[in-house]
């Protein structure tokens, strides 16, 4: 059974001003995420991330639709059981969200001690997520005196203190450089083996997906425009507009931009050839056209790794006869994919 499973969602929020046109933010969405799953949520800014993971949390109501987390419809819960569901989520944030005024210690045990656990486990339970997210030395510290990336695992130290099956991370990385970002993604994986926890992940990074997510979800206005297994959204996206969003993220595809540089700096015609893990190889496609008589030229490319699997973009200068071309392009096509620019 899945552990959060959205039907038909919708969220519109009233017009701003007497001119103003209600705001849809959330459009027919439907979504189910499984029990150990690491659930990514991707898309620009402004595509509905955040008010999703307010919907699941119960933070705002729904204008229609089902959500049922754990199995239990949430849209219509007394605010009194919703209360209680909110204890099995844990939730970290952009902007880490810390009482400055607490020491870590007392941030991380700030939800136990509003779930009224004795003194002695709150104890024992800080101790334990300290050890954990690696931070046992810096419980009498406040939150001004620890880097971002410490500041963080504080988040998630305290996101996990209840012991929650599910974890909403909304944009937690964002705010960190590169090598921290790596630091908070190992540790929430370990959170998700160790614990069996369950992960929702917003972001607008696809690095971050690409790192921990198992499956994912791509947003655009309101809406889930694609879903599935991390590999199969990003190395071959059905629909148009994720088309279009994954050209922006993954490595080695030439943006409109850089191609009009390609055109200008090679004669020829310029080809962008995608592989996949298991396709048939680079080589047999380079044989293919130095057979066919067909000059070609490296332009631009990428790689990427998704847990291991690569898919890659390699786009390529072509010179030779207009014929020779066309034949060798098309019998490459059958077995990789082939976009030439226009
Ligand atoms: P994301 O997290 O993907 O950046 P959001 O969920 O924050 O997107 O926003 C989705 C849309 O809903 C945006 O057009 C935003 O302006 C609008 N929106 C979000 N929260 C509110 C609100 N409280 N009132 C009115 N409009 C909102």
Redesign the pocket.
């Given at each position: 059974m899945a552990l959060v499973a959205l039907r038909n969602v919708t969220k519109t929020?009233p017009a701003?001003g007497a001119t103003g046109s209600p705001?849809v933010?959330i459009d027919d969405v439907s979504l189910e995420v499984e029990p150990g799953d690491v659930f990514g949520i991707i898309?620009?800014?402004?595509?509905?991330?955040?008010?999703?993971v307010r919907l699941v949390n119960a933070l705002e109501p729904a204008t229609s639709g089902s959500i049922e987390v754990d199995g239990r419809e949430i849209t219509a819960m007394p605010e009194r059981e919703l209360r209680r569901m909110r204890l099995g989520i844990g939730m970290i944030f952009q902007q880490f969200n810390l009482f400055d005024s607490k020491t870590v210690r007392g941030n991380v045990a700030y939800p136990l001690t509003v779930a009224r656990r004795p003194k002695a486990e709150i104890a024992s339970r800080v101790d334990e997520l300290l050890d954990f997210v690696g931070l046992g030395d810096k419980a009498r510290s406040h939150p001004d005196q620890l880097s971002g990336g410490q500041k963080q695992r504080v988040g998630i130290a305290r996101a996990l203190a209840t012991s929650p099956r599910l974890l909403l991370a909304d944009e937690a990385t964002s705010a960190l450089d590169p090598e921290t970002t790596h630091e908070v993604l190992e540790l929430l994986k370990r959170v998700n083996r160790e614990f069996g926890v369950t992960i929702i992940v917003?972001t607008h990074e696809m690095d971050v997906i690409q790192s921990i997510a198992t499956k994912v979800a791509v947003?655009d206005r309101?809406r889930v425009i694609e879903q599935g297994d991390v590999f199969d959204v990003f190395s071959d996206p059905q629909n148009p507009s994720s088309r279009r969003f994954v050209a922006t993220v993954v490595k080695g595809i030439p943006s409109p931009a850089e191609l009009a540089v390609l055109r200008e700096r090679h004669e020829g015609r310029i080809v962008t050839i995608s592989f996949r893990d298991g396709d048939s190889s680079q080589a047999s496609v380079f044989l293919e056209l130095a057979s066919a008589g067909v000059e070609f030229e490296l332009v631009y490319g990428g790689i990427n790794d998704i847990q291991g699997r690569a898919f890659g973009h390699l786009t390529l200068a072509l010179r030779g006869s207009d014929a020779a071309i066309d034949a060798a392009l098309a019998s490459i096509a059958a077995r990789v994919d082939v976009t030439e620019a226009d």
């Amino acid at each position: 059974m899945a552990l959060v499973a959205l039907r038909n969602v919708t969220k519109t929020y009233p017009a701003a001003g007497a001119t103003g046109s209600p705001v849809v933010a959330i459009d027919d969405v439907s979504l189910e995420v499984e029990p150990g799953d690491v659930f990514g949520i991707i898309g620009y800014s402004g595509a509905g991330k955040s008010t999703l993971v307010r919907l699941v949390n119960a933070l705002e109501p729904a204008t229609s639709g089902s959500i049922e987390v754990d199995g239990r419809e949430i849209t219509a819960m007394p605010e009194r059981e919703l209360r209680r569901m909110r204890l099995g989520i844990g939730m970290i944030f952009q902007q880490f969200n810390l009482f400055d005024s607490k020491t870590v210690r007392g941030n991380v045990a700030y939800p136990l001690t509003v779930a009224r656990r004795p003194k002695a486990e709150i104890a024992s339970r800080v101790d334990e997520l300290l050890d954990f997210v690696g931070l046992g030395d810096k419980a009498r510290s406040h939150p001004d005196q620890l880097s971002g990336g410490q500041k963080q695992r504080v988040g998630i130290a305290r996101a996990l203190a209840t012991s929650p099956r599910l974890l909403l991370a909304d944009e937690a990385t964002s705010a960190l450089d590169p090598e921290t970002t790596h630091e908070v993604l190992e540790l929430l994986k370990r959170v998700n083996r160790e614990f069996g926890v369950t992960i929702i992940v917003i972001t607008h990074e696809m690095d971050v997906i690409q790192s921990i997510a198992t499956k994912v979800a791509v947003m655009d206005r309101g809406r889930v425009i694609e879903q599935g297994d991390v590999f199969d959204v990003f190395s071959d996206p059905q629909n148009p507009s994720s088309r279009r969003f994954v050209a922006t993220v993954v490595k080695g595809i030439p943006s409109p931009a850089e191609l009009a540089v390609l055109r200008e700096r090679h004669e020829g015609r310029i080809v962008t050839i995608s592989f996949r893990d298991g396709d048939s190889s680079q080589a047999s496609v380079f044989l293919e056209l130095a057979s066919a008589g067909v000059e070609f030229e490296l332009v631009y490319g990428g790689i990427n790794d998704i847990q291991g699997r690569a898919f890659g973009h390699l786009t390529l200068a072509l010179r030779g006869s207009d014929a020779a071309i066309d034949a060798a392009l098309a019998s490459i096509a059958a077995r990789v994919d082939v976009t030439e620019a226009d």
